[in-house]
């Protein structure tokens, strides 16, 4: 059931994929929103009780239907409710639309409407940015929304209560943004615990997804990037991701001084790529060629991911 229901979801999203602004989403961020309202005191405390009163307000529902529909055997209804999860969980092509528009108008040498693609999508300034910066910060942040909104949600989803383990994923990954990166939220202790709770929740699968990229690319220098290189990033899960993901399509992604779709400053602009230790980072320049190589890397990682399941859910099937 398991691996059907993710089938049918990602097709059902190809078909009709659902807007990053639908109003489920809308709904969940307003919830998101009340729990800081209320809860914010400026103690850590204070977020870690908002952090789990909101995720029972969401995962309990989410698995009571589940289990209703089990304990009846009601298994054809249990698999709709699968794929309706999975469905609004996933996020395969919320924003592969900036990806794609952007490859397009680099393509066409149109670099102003990329850069202000970009700008939309990362909510980044972008003014004077070349081509190269364009394209490597495109293919940054398609590799860590691929993973955040596709793969994490992939592995959850196989734990024992699948649609609430998918759904705390994603609320998970929506809280470490949200009551941490906004500009009046960046110096509160209110967040604290949403981040160091997603750290954990998302350790495993992000180094699923950086193995997954190494598999399906340049294995050999996808893992000595991320040996010697994903420490060096601000974020360890962006590290591991953005350095595997890397190094599997032989491009040099970020540096020691930044993480994913954050803009070197003006002053930082001409830091070469070697690090703090003298050692240089491997790779080439992210160009138009590096965007048609992620769309490779993310599909077969994609297949592969597809591959590992239908075999774990055979072997279930068959135990």
Known sequence: MTFLSILCALLIEQLKPLRADNPIYA?????????????NAGDPGHGRIGWFLMMAALMVPTALIYWVLIHYNLPLVA???????????????????????IQLALSAGD????????????????????????????????LITTHRNVFGVF?????????????MYRVAEYLARAWNEPEHMRNEAFGRF???????????????????FAVVGNFE???????????????EAIGIILSAGGGAMGVRLGTPLETAAKVLPADAATV????????????DEPSLRALQSTVGLVWRALLLWMLLLLLLSGAVWLG
């Open 221 to 235: 220098d996808a893992i000595y990037a991320w040996r010697n290189f994903a420490h060096r990033w601000q974020d």
């Open 79 to 101: 698999f709709v409710w699968n794929i309706l999860i999975v469905y609004l969980t996933l996020g395969f092509r919320h924003y592969s639309h900036y990806f794609t528009s």
């Open 27 to 39: 709904e969940i961020k307003s919830l998101a929103m009340c729990m800081e309202t209320w809860f």
């Open 272 to 283: 070469d790529s070697s690090d703090s230790e003298g050692e240089s980072v491997p790779g």
């Open 155 to 167: 592995f959850w989803f196989l734990m024992p209560l699948g649609p609430a383990c998918a759904v």
């Open 194 to 212: 949403a981040a160091r709770a997603f750290y954990w929740i998302d350790w495993i699968p992000a180094r699923l997804t950086a193995i997954a």
């Open 111 to 142: 670099e102003a409407a990329a850069r202000a693609l970009l700008a939309e999508w990362t909510k980044q300034d972008t003014v004077g940015m070349e081509a190269n910066e364009i394209a490597r910060i495109a293919v940054e942040m398609s």
